[in-house]
């Protein structure tokens, strides 16, 4: 859309705000499921003209990230073959020109370590997954899981951006951002795109705003963290002693005196901050609404566990990562920090298992019988998997670590169009691909692709370049599209 | 001609003035190339047909001019008059998809407007013209136009540009919104009440110019400038990578804001921040300035690639440097040529190399990474020479009696004897181990060790096999402790192995201490984490076999390299840096093992004389435990004949066993002196600064690889600009200089644009980091041309372009006008009216702030930590964040400590940058969460308590406090229905807090026993919370 033609579309939209100041939280009073028709054509984050290109599989996405780098072997990648090899000296060839981090390359020896867990084969298609596992286990019938995920990238830092934008270095928006600025938003009363982090353990290795934010793309457009100490929102309550009718009170002040400074400059961007501040006490409750489980019966806590009913914990997040996406949030992203297991698999692995593995599965099953699986693209990994040999010399199955590897590992799709089953192949000692690479350009290609979206051609102009979320790269993998 | 309120007219304006006429302006063209048709083709063409060798199809170039108008096999490419004979034109409107230009897969289309435009330049004769940014401004006399609304040359372009356009610019804005912007645009914060009152009543003609001159000349100007030059200059408190850690660069902050402050010239500030290291005799600030090119974030994580890391940091410093004072976008070149600017590969790397020569390692360190100085505020450097002194005249008292001292001790030499054991330095000893035989906390692991003669008595001897188990009271070196560790050592080869270790649970968490020989090296680590060392350092000079050496390091206690002298022989020894880290882990009892560690090969050679103290020692008693020779050898020697080192334990062993106690006093005088002015020292905070290393030569990269390099190239500039001056030295300084030559086209209209941005809210060119070829010719390219050459005219006077944009009757436009003008011009390119967009985040949260009467008005100092919401920080890193205390939270938002991984929040709201890299664009955006954070976030509450108070305190009916705090966010009077309005509103408020008191308290939450009518009060808060949120108080009107 030509600048012009952009802006004039703006000020309808700004008048059609304008109209509906009379009395403000009006339409907070209305529907809060922003779903509805009426909503979708007013206050939504609106996006880019033109998008979608053509038919969407998926109308939103929900991320589950696994921060720190899950390892494959004691997940989904099963690799009887190490039991063999098990305590021996990863051979150099295999190896190859792999860089390590500093935290083994010093090391003496590299010995193999197997998995200490179980695999056993599950649902029609007979996919072996771990012991870890025993819910997702129960919906593998759902899941694309592609063994063949690739990552340059060895330091959580530059691999976790990079699985976020695209580029190991700050400075490219991230992908929540850049589908709430190609599709917009579908609900008038939340955001687009929305954060929320989970911690594993206590000194988790640390994440970064840039992981969700816009970059050179308007602000309004990074993602909103949810789920703070004391409120959900930043800043979402009202200051102690403004009750809700004095806040609406002053709202309509405010609202009444930016229209006679409106009658007197013209100004649309007037209109704009009334209608943003309309947004904001509309937020003041329908965050309060959307964070309220109490209304969710037994069953939902049987199904994500009960500990679902903690705010901050991953379950929460997964059950609010439903309750968004029914209220028309694009793009759900989840950070679930504390994989990182360096010294102590036996122990890491089930405490970060057993705190997401079961509302991970409760997701995809209530979202497919709220029928909304099918247009809802649920992708599930981290920004790298974990080293087939021990991180220190002397390991036992008692006690040993694993260290990042971004050459080979696993990440799983659902729902959104994508064809359940597994893609791509790992060696027999989960180092490197075997067959059908997929990197995280591929990945993203295929997510836009789903939206309906070619990712070629989201671009935006930054610099006096066309910037685009796959950089120059990206292949839509279309053997795993149903 | 001129309006007759002009009072100062500048010189330079006059000058122009007399040579109207001269050289009269162009009509333009109703299509022009640089206007209309180059950022068509730059779009659409330039990928495959544009500056880079390595895309370029058909071997057509269509960004120079010989290959737009060559000849192609099918014709002419361009065929001036005959646009259907012109096969650009052909391609571009062919309807045939194989044919059709941009080919399909190129994802993109000219429209149907601009394919017209291009015929219709063709048409008209496809007059050439080169980039206009790239051409140095003509020289073009001031449009001559007769209007009494004309105020200076600004004025006249504008009216010039309007000629053939609807509206007519408007008149002054009210006198209350004049003062408002005006204080706004200058000093970042609103005007006081009385300022308001006395421009008001002040009808001399020039009572705008004197406010004008009264605000650039308050330090809160500086201030103000300052916010988007620590935006330019990605200015941040930490590093910005995995760990994020601390840094200081506040007092290159305190630079910028002076120099903004003394109206340092543009060209110095330049020359000064980009290469201040390398003019003659560089004074401190001049090195200090340097810091600019240091802000960048630098990376520190366990797969860090040292030499991928100084790659990146030379091509942000090139990057920054050339967005900041060229506006052009260089980065891509760094891959390959440049897709739509002439900048090739090899030109970029040209460039790089003079940003690519500071000794750095590639690994930032906790505190500030070397090059860096240390930098004292005016302040310190006071003390300093006072505490300097104080040591000068220690010295000169000792020295007085150093003949009579020198003899006694002569004396006493004389008559000590061959069995002399005056104990060595034994103040902080924690252990001394002579190693003459087995020791009393020691035993033998894997054998025995041997004993051989070593430099005192014998010394302990390994294999690689046997070693030395001390229990686990020997040794415990912790990061926040002081401490000295000293012995010698002789090395049978230059193999690897550990001398020393104490390490807990070392197969997985390598936490305490490692002294081992490394590759040739001698290395130390006291890791404090795993895979986080306090410090971890190798000597650079390397240890020959068979040879006695004494090492010792001495810790202070801070836990960051800067802790730590490290001594070879008595010598401090340069060493590198290996890591470096905030983490101070715990204190560890663990068995100390010599010749030994669980991890890496054995010890083969001696050790010898192992010492550690509970203390740092100074290098003089280093120097003295480095002596070989015994008291009563030393004591035969002529005084000539001894180094000094050997003269020191003399004098030390003197002092301690012989000397009278006035000796002793003048001794401890000089040492307490010598202590006080070490100690200060540590107190004076270090700035990253640039240093220049001649001796790094520089490559291209191949794909923009850090390893794959390239030819070797010279610092050069790229051809499209003017040549670099063979008189220049081939280095930064020279670089700096060629920037602020009068001949470069870009750097006074880059900078010129800025600042009209910093007032109109946009630039003349939108992107003002993008001056290359896909910037359009902006529509006032003659006033950016005009005013650019008045800076350097000017001598780069800053508060002179200021000054004349200001005062210019374009700027002090009325900013209200009709929705349809606001619909035609949005972005207010005609400047038919002033300026009218809301304000920054640092603004916003100042002018709050200062309304409620908060604002704390010190300039300069160190970061501050304003009330964020509780456990940001914690849940996504491992830090809490600490509030700072007292007026510290009160501070401008220029101080407040800027995390890059998680920005200030309400500044991050509010569309702040997040200091990753450079930027100088505005982004401007309106959303509900900002609504959120000026209702709710604390800061912005505490203003509403503030000025809440302040209304109720105004003397007066509710009505005039009403009125009084109106006019406090707006400077103006408000109107009948406005006062009525609050007044509805305070009433309504009230009524609710009267029937609910404890709510009234909880929002005034006033200082307790203080006799106040808290629901009034409470009523006021309500109302200054709505006066805050008004979008004429977010606005500059």
């Given at each position: 859309m030509n600048p012009l033609a952009e802006h004039q579309s703006l000020l309808s939209r700004r008048c059609f705000f304008g109209r509906m100041t009379g009395g403000v939280g009006a339409a907070a009073l209305g529907s809060l499921l922003g779903r509805d028709a009426a909503a979708r054509n007013s206050a939504t984050l609106p996006g880019r003209s033109g998008f979608p290109q053509f038919a969407p599989k998926a109308k939103r996405v929900i991320f589950l990230f696994q921060h720190g780098g899950p390892s494959q072997m004691e997940t989904f990648d099963y690799k009887p073959y190490l039991e063999t090899v098990h305590g021996k000296e990863i051979p150099k060839s295999v190896i190859g020109d792999q860089r390590l981090t500093g935290m083994t390359a010093g090391q003496v020896a590299f010995p193999v370590m197997a998995s200490p867990w179980k695999f056993s084969q599950h649902g029609q298609n007979g996919s072996w997954v771990s012991e870890l596992m025993p819910h997702t286990a129960g919906v593998i019938d759902d899941l694309c899981v592609i063994k063949s995920m690739t990552t340059p990238q060895i330091d959580h830092d530059a691999a976790a951006t990079f699985m976020q934008t695209c580029m190991q270095f700050p400075g490219r928006p991230s992908a929540g951002a850049w589908v709430a600025y190609g599709l917009g938003g579908e609900s008038e009363n939340l955001p687009a795109f929305v954060v929320m982090v989970s911690n594993g353990k206590p000194s988790s290795i640390p994440i970064y705003d840039r992981m969700w934010g816009s970059s050179f793309l308007p602000s309004k457009f990074q993602g909103v963290r949810f789920g703070g100490v004391n409120e959900s929102v930043l800043y979402l309550n009202n200051p102690k002693g403004m009750s809700r009718a004095a806040r609406k009170r002053t709202l309509d002040e405010i609202t009444k005196l930016n229209e006679l400074n409106y009658q007197e400059y013209r100004d649309p961007e007037i209109l704009t901050r009334i209608a943003q501040y309309e947004m904001a006490f509309r937020m003041q409750t329908s965050v309060p609404e959307l964070v309220d489980i109490s209304k969710e019966g037994q069953g939902t806590f049987d199904l994500y566990g009960e500990n679902a009913r903690e705010p901050g914990t991953y379950a929460y997040n997964c059950l609010l990562a439903r309750r968004l996406v029914e209220r028309g949030t694009r793009f759900v992203q989840l950070f679930h920090r504390g994989w990182d297991a360096h010294f102590d698999i036996p122990t890491d692995m089930p405490r970060q298992s057993g705190q997401t593995d079961q509302a991970t599965a409760a997701l995809i099953s209530d979202l497919k019988a709220r029928g909304l699986l099918d247009d809802t693209l649920i992708i599930w990994g981290g920004e790298f998997g974990r080293s087939v040999f021990s991180q220190g010399s002397n390991p036992s199955h008692a006690k040993f670590g694993r260290d990042h590897h971004g050459r080979c590992f696993t990440m799983w799709m659902a729902g959104g169009g994508v064809k359940a089953g597994s893609f791509g192949e790992s060696d027999e000692w989960s180092f490197n691909v075997k067959s059908n690479p997929v990197s995280v350009y591929d990945l993203y290609a295929t997510m836009f692709h789903q939206l309906g979206i070619d990712h070629e051609t989201l671009t935006h102009r930054f610099q006096g370049r066309d910037y685009r979320m796959t950089d120059l790269y990206g292949r839509v993998v279309k053997e795993i599209l149903a | 001609m001129f309006h007759l309120m002009l009072v100062r007219l500048p010189i330079s304006i006059l000058f122009v003035i007399a040579t109207l006429g001269l050289c009269p302006a162009d009509a333009p063209a109703a299509v022009e190339f640089n206007r209309d048709i180059r950022p068509i083709l730059a779009d659409n063409c330039f990928e495959c047909h544009g500056p880079d060798a390595g895309s370029r199809k058909a071997g057509l170039r269509l960004d120079l001019k010989d290959g737009l108008f060559s000849s192609v096999k099918e014709g002419k490419t361009v065929a001036p008059g005959r646009p259907d004979e012109s096969r650009i034109y052909q391609r571009m409107s062919s309807t045939d998809a194989d044919e059709r230009m941009p080919p399909v897969e190129a994802h993109r289309r000219p429209t149907l407007a601009q394919i017209d435009l291009v015929r219709q330049w063709i048409e008209s004769g496809a007059v050439y013209e080169e980039h206009w940014a790239f051409t140095a401004p003509g020289r073009r006399a001031l449009p001559g136009i007769d209007s009494d609304w004309v105020r200076n040359g600004i004025d006249l372009h504008v009216l010039k540009g309007l000629e053939g356009e609807d509206p007519v610019p408007n008149g002054d804005a009210r006198r209350e919104t004049l003062i408002r912007r005006l204080s706004l645009d200058l000093r970042g914060l609103p005007p006081t009440i009385e300022e308001v009152d006395t421009f008001l009543a002040d009808e001399r003609p020039d009572a705008y110019e004197r406010i004008v001159e009264s605000f650039l000349a308050s330090p809160r100007y500086g201030e103000h400038l300052a916010w988007s030059w620590m935006e330019a200059a990605r200015f941040s408190d930490t590093d910005g990578f995995q760990s994020d850690a601390r840094r200081h660069m506040w007092r290159w902050r305190e630079w910028v804001i002076e120099a903004f402050n003394n109206n340092m010239p543009y060209d110095q500030f330049t020359i000064e921040q980009l290469a201040g290291d390398l003019l003659l005799n560089p004074t401190l600030d001049q090195i200090l300035a340097t810091g600019f090119n240091r802000n960048h974030r630098y990376d520190k994580g366990s797969g860090t690639i040292q030499a991928e890391s100084v790659f990146e940091n030379a091509m942000d410093r090139l990057e920054t440097t050339s967005t900041v004072w060229?506006?052009?976008?260089?980065?891509?070149?760094?891959?390959?040529?440049?897709k739509f600017d002439p900048i090739s590969s090899r030109e970029y790397y040209e460039m790089l190399a003079f940003f690519d020569k500071v000794p750095e390692n590639g690994q930032a360190i906790l505190f500030n990474s070397h090059p860096r100085m240390k930098t004292p505020t005016m302040e310190q450097g006071k003390t300093l020479d006072a505490l300097e002194k104080n040591v000068a005249s220690a010295r000169k008292a000792l020295a007085a009696h150093e003949a009579k001292i020198a003899s006694l001790q002569r004396a006493w030499e004389q008559r000590i004897d061959s069995g002399w054991d005056g104990k060595l330095l034994p103040d902080g000893l924690a252990s001394h181990f002579p190693l003459d035989g087995p020791e009393p906390k020691g035993k033998f692991r894997n054998g025995r060790v041997k004993f051989v003669r070593g430099v005192k008595g014998r010394a302990m001897k390994f294999d690689g096999e046997a070693y030395y188990e001390f229990d686990n009271t020997v040794g415990n070196l912790w990061a926040r402790d002081k401490f000295t560790v000293s012995f010698w050592f002789k090395l049978a080869d230059l193999e690897d192995g550990v001398l020393l270790s104490e390490l807990d649970d070392p197969q997985d968490y390598r936490m305490g201490t490692v002294i081992e020989m490394k590759d040739g090296k001698l290395r130390f680590m006291l890791s404090a984490r795993w895979n986080y060392a306090v410090s971890w350092f190798e000597l650079k000079q390397k240890p020959r076999p068979n040879r006695w050496y004494h090492f010792a390091v001495t810790c202070d206690g801070r836990v960051q390299m800067l802790a730590y002298h490290v001594y070879l022989n008595g010598r401090e020894t340069p060493i590198r840096v290996i890591q470096d880290s905030a983490v101070d882990g715990k204190k560890i009892k663990e068995p100390l093992y010599l010749g030994y560690s669980e991890l890496w090969p054995g010890f083969r050679g001696a050790i010898d004389e192992l010492r550690f103290y509970r203390r740092d020692l100074s290098a003089e008693e280093v120097g003295v435990l480095s002596v070989r020779q015994s008291v009563p050898t030393i004591a035969r020697k002529p005084i000539n004949k001894r180094s000094n080192a050997e003269g020191d334990l003399m004098r030390s062993q003197y002092l301690r066993h012989a000397a009278k106690v006035d000796a002793r006093a003048l001794v401890k005088r000089l040492r307490d002196a010598e202590k006080a002015l070490q100690n200060f020292r540590k107190e004076i905070p270090t700035t990253m600064v640039m240093v220049e290393d001649p001796s790094r030569l520089s490559h291209m990269r191949i794909q923009g690889q850090f390893d794959q390099l390239g030819e070797r190239v010279r610092a050069s500039t790229p051809a499209v600009l003017p040549a670099f001056d063979e008189s220049l030295p081939r280095n930064r300084l020279g670089f700096a200089r060629w920037l602020v030559d009068p001949r470069n086209p870009l750097t006074a209209r880059v900078t010129v644009n800025r600042v009209w941005q910093h007032f109109f809210g946009r630039g003349f060119v939108d992107a003002p980091e993008n001056f290359g070829m896909q910037s359009a010719r902006p529509r006032q390219l003659e006033l950016l041309n005009w005013l650019s050459h008045q800076f350097v005219d000017s001598g780069w006077d800053l508060k002179e372009l200021v000054r004349s944009i200001v005062t210019s009757s374009t700027y002090r436009q009325d900013s209200r006008t009709t929705a349809e003008r606001w619909s035609e011009d949005p972005a207010n390119q005609l400047l038919a009216r002033g300026p009218r967009h809301r304000l920054s985040a640092a603004v916003i949260r100042d002018q709050a702030l200062a309304l409620g009467g908060l604002l704390e008005g010190s300039v300069g100092g160190d970061s501050v930590f304003p009330h964020q919401p509780k456990g940001l920080w914690r849940l996504t890193s491992n830090r809490a964040y600490q509030p700072s205390k007292g007026k510290d939270l009160y501070r401008r938002s220029l101080y407040t400590y800027w995390r890059r991984a998680i920005a200030p929040p309400s500044m991050f709201l509010f569309d702040a940058p997040d200091r990753e890299f450079c930027n100088v664009a505005v982004k401007r955006t309106n959303t509900p969460l900002q609504a959120l954070a000026a209702l709710n976030e604390r800061g912005f509450v505490e203003a509403a308590r503030g000025l809440g108070m302040r209304m109720y305190r105004q003397e007066g009916f509710v009505k005039d406090r009403l009125r009084f705090g109106f006019r406090l966010v707006s400077a103006r009077n408000a109107t009948e229905r406005e006062i009525d309005l609050l007044i509805r509103a305070w009433r309504s408020h009230r009524a609710e807090f009267a029937a609910d008191r404890s709510a009234a308290v909880e929002l005034a939450n006033p200082e307790p026993a203080r006799n106040l009518n808290n629901v009034d009060l409470a009523a006021y808060t309500a109302v200054a919370n709505v006066l805050l949120n008004l979008d004429k108080t977010l606005t500059k009107e």
């Open positions: - | 060229l506006g052009l976008t260089v980065g891509c070149a760094r891959c390959h040529d440049h």
